[in-house]
Nanobody
Framework: QVQLVESGGGLMQAGASLRLSCAAS????????MGWFRQAPGKEREVVAA????????YYVKSVLGRATISKDNTKNTMYLQMNSLKPEDTAAYYC????????????????????WGQGTQVTVSS
């Protein structure tokens, strides 16, 4: 069992930066691949970024490429999402997720690939 707790959301102005954190417990952090997803009202949950269990491989959805950085500190059992140049279309509930991958290089980008989810943190970007 893995417990995930997100933090760092809030109300931001367009162009601002934010850092989301996801603290994990319950399993050795270096054995799990992780990701950030978001879901806007009326839309499906989509992947924002994913990171392999060792942290050396990353994936970004096209809409955040160049603006976001996902990272994973296996000594602190915490994953981060740094997002810069925020846009109103980034407004959504953001969720972190953990998947029990078998390979160090696995990048999990689909919701069904994840086993555990956080409760979500709201990010609202005003224009």
């Amino acid at each position: 069992q893995v417990q995930l707790v997100e933090s760092g959301g809030g109300l931001m102005q367009a162009g601002a930066s934010l850092r989301l954190s996801c603290a994990a417990s319950g399993r050795t952090f270096s054995t799990i691949a992780m990701g950030w997803f978001r879901q806007a009202p009326g839309k499906e949950r989509e992947v924002v970024a994913a990171i392999s269990r060792h942290g050396r491989s990353q994936y970004y959805v096209k809409s955040v490429l160049g603006r976001a950085t996902i990272s994973k500190d296996n000594t602190k059992n915490t994953m981060y999402l740094q997002m810069n140049s925020l846009k109103p279309e980034d407004t959504a509930a953001y969720y972190c997720a953990a998947g029990l991958s078998s390979k160090d290089t696995d990048l999990l980008i689909a919701t069904h690939q994840y086993d555990y989810w956080g409760q979500g943190t709201q990010v609202t970007v005003s224009s």
